[in-house]
T-cell receptor
Framework: DAKTTQPPSMDCAEGRAANLPCNHS???????VYWYRQIHSQGPQYIIH???NNETNEMASLIITEDRKSSTLILPHATLRDTAVYYC??????????????FGTGTRLQVTL | DVKVTQSSRYLVKRTGEKVFLECVQD?????MFWYRQDPGLGLRLIYF???????EKGDIPEGYSVSREKKERFSLILESASTNQTSMYLC?????????????FGPGTRLTVT
């Protein structure tokens, strides 16, 4: 699996957009980018995933660069409830045996008043 | 609503005890996983199962075993608990990987071995 690099921590003011970067310079053509987050004392929660096109859902937007070597997760209007550790993961989208996810150490996002 | 439940939120056991951690999902998912999470190390996969009675080792299976007798239930067993198994244990499930890699996680069990 491709390795990812994320900043260890970031701050964001409530109501502002939170932009969380992820570097995955060794990503290969069949690997997707996934984002999860983990709020304190809870299990991880799926946010969004994409291959090469930008994606948006009710939680966030995912912007993937044209060369696919990096991506940015955007929380458009961060709230205090978005304070969490955010994980960027790359993984092949293939059939076969179970879908193992390899989590790194993520980015700790602190949303402040 | 999607649900993965784990038998305990907090557990304290003594060294050498046999420990069972239970996980149940109500989504009819094929795949189930056990991870442990430790500060500075992120989540590490212990074992996973892609079908009833099927299991595969993850990255750190030593000292653990698993059981999947029914589709909805996946158990993690510590045959003889040791202090280095003190950790947060997370269970997850997902549909067949041909459809999605979205994994649904339980709330976790914080195990302390003394």
């Amino acid at each position: 699996d491709a390795k990812t690099t994320q900043p260890p921590s970031m701050d964001c003011a409530e109501g502002r957009a939170a932009n969380l970067p992820c570097n995955h310079s060794t990503i290969s053509g069949n690997e997707y980018v996934y984002w999860y987050r983990q709020i304190h004392s809870q299990g991880p929660q799926y946010i969004i995933h994409g291959l090469k096109n930008n994606e948006t859902n009710e939680m966030a937007s995912l912007i993937i660069t044209e060369d696919r070597k990096s991506s940015t997760l955007i929380l458009p209007h961060a709230t205090l409830r978005d304070t969490a550790v955010y994980y960027c993961i790359v993984r092949p989208y293939s059939t076969g045996t179970a879908s193992k996810l390899t989590f790194g150490t993520g980015t700790r996002l602190q949303v402040t008043l | 609503d999607v649900k993965v439940t784990q038998s305990s939120r907090y557990l304290v056991k003594r060294t050498g005890e046999k420990v069972f951690l239970e996980c149940v999902q109500d989504m009819d998912h094929e795949n189930m996983f056990w991870y442990r999470q430790d500060p500075g190390l992120g989540l590490r996969l212990i074992y996973f199962s892609y079908d009833v009675k099927m299991k595969e080792k993850g990255d750190i299976p030593e000292g653990y075993s698993v059981s999947r007798e029914k589709k909805e239930r996946f158990s993690l067993i510590l045959e003889s608990a040791s202090t280095n198994q003190t950790s947060m244990y997370l269970c997850a499930s997902s549909l067949d990987p041909g459809l999605s890699y979205e994994q649904y996680f339980g709330p976790g069990t914080r195990l302390t071995v003394t």
